[in-house]
Every structure is written in C-alpha cells, then in structure tokens.
C-alpha cells in the first residue's frame, strides 16, 4: 500500500462517504441502512440550523455546567519537572465526564427526527449514565445495553442508570463487554426501525457517528483552544489523551488539528502489556478491518474473528477504534502511545495525591504517559490532557487492585 | 459456470412450478465432520439451493440461534479455508446443487476480496451474501465477484423503498433475499400476506427470483411462503436442530436431515391445487 496523503484540511473530512482515508464507511445491514441514511440527512440539517445549535448550547451552559475549566496543574507540574501541564476539566460536567456533550446533541436530534425510543450501549456506564440522564431530563424511555461482565464491574453505575429510569439490559453473548452491548443495540435497531433512535457513545460505528459524535465533542477541543491562548497567550505544543472509541480525544484533537505545531497524542489501554495479548491497543495491537459498521483498526486473529479486548479500565475495553483516529494514525497527524493497566492505577493515585482529582481510569491512561511527554516537550513547553472523567466510579476497581476491602 | 448453476436451477423450478427450498446450515456446526455430512445429504433431503454460513465473531444481525450455531463452529476451529474446503468436498459429488456462503464482511477483508472470490469460484462457490456490505460498500467485492462468475446477492428489507430498491438491485444477480421481517434472524415470524406484495415489487425491480427468509420455522410456515415466492430459506429453526441434537446426544445428521425433508416437503407441494395467492 502507498503511504496515503496527508491533507491540506483536516476540517474537510469525512468525505460524503464518510471515509476518512481508507477508512470509516457505512457496512450495516441493509435493513438499517435506510435509517443511516436519514440520521445523516437530519444531521446534516441540524448541524446548519442556527436554532439548534443555540438550543444546544444553551443546554450545555446551564444544564452540564459548560465551559469546563483549564486547569493549570502546579504540583503535577513540578512533579515531572517538564513541560507546563494543563487539565481540560470534563470531569466536572454533568455526570461526570465528557460523554454528556455528545448525548445532549444526539438527544435533541433524535428529538428533532420524531424519535420516542432511545437505546445505547455503555461499557463503563459512564455513556450509559449520560444517556439516561439526557433520556429522564426530555422524558423519552431509555434501554441500555451493557456487557454483563461490565454490569458486574461497574454495580454503582448500573444502579445510577436505574435511579434515572432507564432500564439496564445486561449482554451474556460472546465476551460480554462493550463490543457485544454494541451488537445487541444494532439488534434492537434493525428490530425496532420505526420509532428507536440509537445513540451511539463514541466517535466510531457507522457513518455519521463518527463525524458527529466528533462535532458534539469538539467543543472540548475548541474551548481549550480558546483558554490557553488566553492563559499562555500561544497554542500548547501537545495535546494528550485517552482513546477507547475515541470520543473525548478526537473532541479535544479536532480543532488542532491544522496547527501544525501542535503535537497530538493518544493513548491506548495497554492492558497487561502490549507483548502480554491482553490489552485493548487496537492501532498498537491491531490492523484494519470491518466492524459496527466502519473499517478502522481493530483486534483480531489470523482469521478475521474479533479478539476480545482486556483493560482494567471498561470505558477502553473495546477492540476497535473511531476512523478518524485511525486514519490520523496512517497519516502520521496523530501519534498513539499506550499505558498498561498498571501504569494507570498509578497515574490514578499520583492524580488524587498531588492534585486533589479522582481522575476516571480512563482518563488515568493519558496521565500515565505524562512523564514522557513532559520531559519530550520540555521545561518551557505546555502540554493540554483531557481529563476525561471522574474516578468516583472507580474506587472499587482500584481498591481490589490495591488488595483492599471497602 | 457457476452464475448459470443458480439460473439452472431456477429455471428448471420454475418449469416445475414450484418454489425453491433453501436450507442454511452453519459451516463447521457443531464440527467439521458433522457439517460436512450433513451437507452432502442436503440435496437428497429436498435442498434445491443451499446457504453455508461462515462462522463471524460479532454476527450484528443474527438473532440469538445462527450467534450460538457460529460460536459452536469457532469454538471446534472452524476457519474460512476449512469452509472453503468443505464446499470443494460436496461438488466433488454434487456438479448441479448451487451454494451460497452467507456472511460478514471481516473474514473476507482479512483473506483479501480479489483473492477470496477467486478461491471461493475454485471451491465451487455460486453466490455471496454478505450481510453488512450494503451497495454502497460492495464495489471491490462486486468487481471481485464478476471476475469469478460468482453473483453477489442483494439484501433487500421491508425498509427498503422503491427508490431504495433501484440501489438494492444494482449489480446484482442469481436472486434477491428478501428479509421478510425487521429484525434479526430467527426471532419474528414471517407472514405471507404481509410478505406477498414485496416479493412482487422486488421481483418487478429486479427482474430476478426472489428467496425470502429470516422468519421461516415450520413447514407450514413455508408452505405459505412458497406459494409467494421463488425461494424459501430457513436457517434458525435448522440451526436450532443442531443444538438440540448436540445437548440431546442424538444423531445431528439425522435429525437436521428429517427438519429438512419435512420443509422441504411442504414447499414442493405447496402449491398443489391451490390458486396462486
Ligand atoms: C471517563 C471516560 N473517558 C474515556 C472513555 C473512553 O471513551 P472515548 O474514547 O470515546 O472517549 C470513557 C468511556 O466510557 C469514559 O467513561
């Protein structure tokens, strides 16, 4: 294969195809793909319309609580000794971490297309959380499906979703995570066409979710842009993240993506290490392929048989990755580091020590390439992370790692 | 060769005046030996056409019936070579039966489309029906397809429109499926009424027979389907003998073989003294 081109506007794409590059695209089942073709039609009309995007925004300020703020680290600071590091507080949202962005925008467009149904599938249940919340706040009836190996590890979650009046559907089929909850909603889609709006949790599956889950994120990434130059007065030379799907990463990638001087950085879940086979590295670990709909790298054997992903973390415990990722991937735009479970949990306790943030496992991933990236850019650099979420939900996970009884 | 095995087949139905019965059968369910008897006795149990489903990982649109019937092949090592051998070992003995292999599009990108098509056309293989590459990703795969005279064949659903018809029909050959539900295999029933006028608006689009599936599990059932369409297919409720023959400890063969003479029973006489619906 050439190396594919590097382009002159990364704000041009998906193409009309929904391709980034070789990847992205729209293989579902031709009974959904009628639907797929009026989300993007509706999308696309919503997205022009001054109305909602004002309504939207208007949600966003006085319902989940935006701007987040730029936080600037100090002690983490001088704890690495390199670069300046900034904490783009999505953790303070609503709920608890970034997935409300995109559920507030996919809520008012299922809305907006007449739908009274909602579905969604979860891994951590931070998505299915969110999806809930926006579902009790407009009155729609809510079924989320979640992995019941995930249902086991994420209790608090699963009872937070039920105090908001959706109704929990836990998935036994294949490995049971968030791959399968992604299978059985496509199910419930192409049974339940008429009246079910599926809002998807991360910028991956079929086009257009990708493209606008990416758009209903990028307010972290266009506000960030905004509050360090108005903390710094110039562009921060690298912008860090953790990638499961890839939501809150290409949220806060997008909008710098034409800087040319700005490094960006995602961060894989290395699970037991990337020599180990257990992890959920899907451009460290994986290679393309077709699954949920789009091509994009993903975990898989000889065969073509999807691999079953392994992180501490159940928010990056998916075997694939969004398109655009893997697309800023090949291109070189983008680079993708990982960080093992237990590299994590100590970015987990470093976070909480030195600044006083539960940081969410997810989000620990990114914090655990800090060392590096700091000391890369160096002293007089500045570095943007996404603090994608909250850690409350982690404590039991964390304590049983430590050996401790809560 | 092997286009004209499917529009052989049809033409002499149609001459009979019957419709085609169809069974799906899971490659390497519950294991290879198992299978490939079962679909050497296809034919001679009333089979007109066969489906051979490749085993995928994360069947997006299988109910929960083909999901398990493809966790048992994984589970005993199925691979897409081995199923590409079995359907070599059933022409061996059988130059007329066509077979289709129904599945997802993973396994063929990873085996690359161009070669695949070619090594499924040396197999034997007549048809392809890959479920999640819709028209607008079934370019490489119908050019692959074409070289090798193997049809790729359409999905076309009850959310499929007139407009939408004109892309479902497009490049295509042998049949069109109907999916005469929304919804995954094996869970809704099919009903003929309902059925009846969409075969026939695929049918005028297409200009080629129609199979219609995905909710079909008694003979019953497929007896009224027959008698509105060119082919009746029936996977779950075979697949489900299987599974109940494995848990069981009886003969698979045999008992996957008498659900398919009784189906296949009840399409051939379908339409005995009875005006067309
Ligand atoms: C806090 C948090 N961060 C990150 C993720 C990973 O998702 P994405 O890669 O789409 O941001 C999740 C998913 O549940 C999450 O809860």
Known sequence: ?406 | MSKSRIEARFAALKAEGRAAFVPYVMAGDPDAATAAAILKGLPAAGADLIEVGFPFSDPMAEGPPIQRAAQRALANGMTLKATLEAIRAFRDGDADTPVVLMGYTNPLVTWGLAAFARDAGAAGVDGLIIVDTPPEEAGPLADACDANDISLIRLATPTSDDARLKVVVSRTSGFVYYVSVAGVTGVKEADAVAVAPHVERVRKASGLPVAVGFGIKTPERAAAIARVADAVVVGSALVDEVAAAVELNEDVTARVLSKVEALAKAVRVARHGLAPV
């Open chain 1, 1 to 406: 294969m050439n190396a594919p081109a590097v382009p002159n506007d990364y704000s041009a794409y998906p193409d009309a195809r929904g391709r980034f590059g070789d990847y992205g695209g729209q293989y579902v089942p031709e009974t959904l793909m009628p639907l797929v073709h009026d989300l993007d039609a509706a999308y696309a009309a919503a997205k022009a319309d001054a109305g909602f995007q004002a309504e939207l925004a208007g949600y966003l300020t006085h319902y989940v609580g935006r701007p987040s703020p730029l936080y600037f680290a100090a002690r983490l600071t001088e704890h690495f000794g390199g670069a300046k590091v900034y904490l783009k507080r999505e953790e303070l949202n609503h709920t608890g971490s970034h997935k409300i962005n995109n559920c507030m925008g996919q809520i008012l467009l299922a809305m907006r297309m007449g739908k009274t149904r909602i579905i969604a599938e979860t891994g951590a249940g931070q998505h299915g959380v969110a999806t809930a919340t926006v579902c009790a706040r407009f009155g729609l009836p809510c079924v989320v499906y979640m992995g019941s190996v995930d249902v086991e590890r994420q209790k608090p979650n699963v009872f937070r979703m039920n105090l908001l009046g959706a109704e929990v559907r836990p998935v036994t089929s294949g490995s049971a995570t968030l791959k399968d909850a992604m299978n059985e909603a496509l199910r419930d889609w192409v049974t339940n066409v008429h009246d079910t709006y599926y809002l998807i949790g991360s910028a991956a599956g079929m086009h257009p979710y990708p493209v606008m889950v990416r758009d209903f994120q990028a307010i972290i990434g266009r506000e960030a842009r905004e509050q360090i130059l108005e903390a710094e007065g110039r562009l921060p030379d690298a912008v860090v993240a953790c990638v499961g799907g890839g939501s809150n990463a290409i949220g806060l990638f997008h909008p710098f993506l034409n800087d040319d001087g700005v490094k960006i950085i995602g961060v894989e879940a290395a699970g037991s290490g990337l020599e180990s086979g257990r992890h959920a590295a899907a451009i460290n670990g994986g290679r393309p392929g077709v699954l949920h709909g789009n091509m994009t790298y993903l975990l898989q054997n000889q065969e073509g048989q999807i691999e079953e992903a392994h992180s501490i973390s159940a928010g990056l415990d998916y075997p694939g990755i969004g398109p655009e990722h893997a697309w800023l991937h090949d291109v070189g735009r983008a680079t993708y580091l990982s960080a093992t479970d237990a590299e994590a949990l100590d970015a987990f306790m470093l976070l909480s020590k030195l600044e006083g943030i539960l940081p969410a496992i997810e989000s620990a991933h990114a914090l655990a390439r800090l060392p590096e990236i700091t000391r890369e850019v160096g002293k007089d650099g500045i570095v943007v992370l996404n603090l994608s979420g909250r850690g409350d939900k982690d404590v039991n996970t964390v304590a049983a790692h430590l050996g401790r009884v809560i």
